[in-house]
Each structure stands twice: as C-alpha cells, then as structure tokens.
C-alpha cells in the first residue's frame, strides 16, 4: 500500500524537476544550441564535458523525481546527494570561466531543495526513524 503523499512532498518534486530542467537548459547551453541568456558559460575550456556532466545530473533529476513522487524513503536521500553534487556543479563550473549570473538559478534551485529536504518535517514525511517519535 503506498503512503499518502503530503503537499510538501509534491512541492519538493515539482522543485526537483525545475532543478532537472536547468540542468537540461545548462546542458543545451554547454552544447551551444542553446543561447546564453544569463551570462557565458565556459568548463575550463571543454564545454563538452559541462555538457556530459549537467546532462547527467539532469538524467538523474528525472529518475529522482519518479521516486519523490511515488514517495519512495530513498528518493529524500538521492534528492539530497544530487541537490549537494548540483550545487558542487555550479561551483566548478564558476572556477571553470563561467559568470555566476549564468548558473545562479541553478544554486539557487539546488539550495532551495537541500535547505527543504533537510526540514524535520520532511525526513519525517519520508519515515526518518530520526523523527519518527516527535
């Protein structure tokens, strides 16, 4: 029998899939067949490899939100360690030439996810024996 499904928990993965769509425009703009709206995107001078690892990161935002939604107890772990690995992302990507107008909406996303998944109320929406007693 699956678990109800609080709001939090949808707005949690309606988030996640924002954060995967900016990973997706960020991969389509490492690819150049996207514009740079924001400002240039550059990976150490390899955009291919941007592209790779954002395209990634966005694959993986995607098999993520599939477990938010279906309220799996991994999903929250997952969703942590990507939104960290995102925002980590962003980081190099700003060392590797990029401006930090062009990747802010995604540490901005990214640090949205992490600062709500780490809310007591939603590890205990997902059965953290941690605050399954209060």
């Known amino acids: 029998m699956q678990p109800h499904r609080p709001f939090g928990i949808t707005v949690l993965a309606i988030l996640a899939g924002i954060a995967g769509v900016v990973a997706a425009y960020h991969t389509l703009q490492y690819l150049h067949i996207l514009p740079f709206s924001l400002g240039g995107l550059s990976f150490f001078g390899f955009d291919l490899w941007g592209a790779l690892l954002w395209g990634l990161l966005a694959v993986i935002y995607a098999w ?33 030439a990029s401006t930090l107008s062009a990747v802010a909406p995604a540490i901005v996303v990214n640090g949205v996810i992490l600062l709500y998944c780490l809310l007591p109320g939603t590890k205990r929406a997902f059965g953290s024996p941690e605050y399954a007693r209060t």
Do not use: Y
Not at 73 to 78: A, D, E, I, V
């Open 64 to 96: 993520v939100v599939s477990m938010l939604w279906t309220m799996n107890p991994q999903g929250w772990l997952f969703v942590v360690i990507l939104s960290g690995l995102n925002l980590i992302m962003a980081v190099l990507s700003i060392i590797g």
